[in-house]
């Protein structure tokens, strides 16, 4: 499970505003949001497992992220990672509608795909949706379709609607809205794949269970004059605090730190 909550040209100062949350096995390795040494204008955290990323953004001017798609069946042995999806893109210099029209969706598990470049943002996902290039708007994306009416979803696109309004947009009201711990009532949990409290967990925006949850928050902030900022910062099984890195790059120009 992972949460994506963007605006997409719908502030006077920023191309993108984005909060996500990173949903993930505690066991499995990753290492912090860093320039890749063998990408070096790539700004990632990155799965030590597969080699690839869920959110990167590069001084090319091109960002992506990545969701997988939640499904009640077996992985197929044999596919490529989904991260590669995000690596290969922001690294490369295909036009968008080319590198998602040439995606090989059969050869991935389910995933969800936005792409941003210049002005443009593309949607795509190998389970029927896109590729769609994006309006003006505010946006969520979970483990489904697009704006799939979840309530966490809901509940987490009103509050960035409502951050933008108030035109104070800033890191730390950003991942407030991602902190969100509040769960759905045991009435509206329907999951026959999970167990329970598992099920429960995974309808709150950030999830704590022993096993499984948010690893991670990033928010990114894309200035119409070319300056993005990210921020991700991490959490321990326990949903405490681990960790927080902060960067900022010129689109084109020299990074900031």
Avoid at 93 to 113: C, K, M, N, P, T
Avoid at 222 to 248: I, L
């Amino acid at each position: 499970m992972c949460l994506i909550v963007f605006a997409w040209q719908s502030h006077p100062e920023y191309r993108l505003v984005l909060a996500a949350n990173r949903d993930e096995f505690h066991s499995r390795p990753t290492r912090k949001l860093h320039w890749w040494p063998d990408q070096p204008d790539t700004l990632a955290g990155r799965d030590l497992q597969a080699g690839g990323t869920w959110l990167a953004a590069n001084r090319n001017g091109r960002f992506a992220t990545v969701t997988n798609y939640r499904e009640g069946q077996p992985r197929k042995a044999g596919l490529k990672s989904r991260g590669d999806l995000v690596t290969d893109f922001v690294s490369g210099d295909v036009a968008q509608e080319d590198y998602i029209g040439g995606i090989e969706g059969d050869r991935f598990a389910g995933f969800s795909l936005l792409t941003a470049a210049g002005d443009e943002l593309w949607y795509v996902s190998n389970r029927g949706d896109g590729p769609c290039r994006l309006k003006q708007g505010i946006y969520g994306l979970s483990n489904a379709s697009l704006d799939t009416p979840w309530s966490k979803l809901v509940r987490s696109r009103d509050a960035l609607t409502a951050l933008l309004e108030s035109g104070d947009v800033n890191d730390t009201a950003l991942m407030r809205i991602m902190s969100d711990r509040k769960t759905a009532p045991v009435s509206q949990v329907d999951d026959e794949h999970l167990p329970f409290e598992l099920a429960r967990a995974v309808t709150a925006p950030f999830i704590v269970a022993p096993d499984y949850g948010t690893r991670c928050t990033t928010v990114l902030t894309w200035r119409n004059d070319g300056k993005v900022s990210m921020t991700e910062r991490r959490f321990g099984p326990g949903g405490e605090q681990s960790g927080e890195s902060n960067f900022q790059f010129t689109v084109n120009g020299q990074p900031g730190k």
